[in-house]
Structures are given as C-alpha cells and as structure tokens.
C-alpha cells in the first residue's frame, strides 16, 4: 500500500504550477503533446475511412463528462 500523495503529490504539483493546462485525455502522448485540451480550443481529427477516429474519440469521452 502507499500514499498517494507522497508518490503523486509531486507529479500534480507540477502540472498544477504550469500557467494554463487543459483537460486531460488519458492519453499519456497526446497529452504531453499538447498539454490536454482547453476548452476554447476546436479540434478536427481526420484519417482515412476506418482508422479508429471515432474509437479514438469514445476512449476520450470520459475525460471531458463531469463526474456526478
């Protein structure tokens, strides 16, 4: 068992003290990329006929439905 905070804590800080960051996808790459998705923003995902757009997008979902 551990402590969250202790092995985390560090790790939110950090991205707690950066000026602007958006909503975090869960995708580790993309979201280093681009430092999650701020609202204001429109993003367009293109790729040919059966790449995984919108399979791509469902596992994106849960990131931007608020929590109940």
Known sequence: IF???EDLGPAIEAILQKPE???ITGFKDFDRLT???LPEELWVVGARPGAGKTAW???MAPAFVPEV
């Open 57 to 59: 997008m469902l596992k």
């Open 3 to 5: 402590d969250m905070r």
């Open 35 to 37: 430092d999650g998705i």
């Open 21 to 23: 960051h958006g909503i």
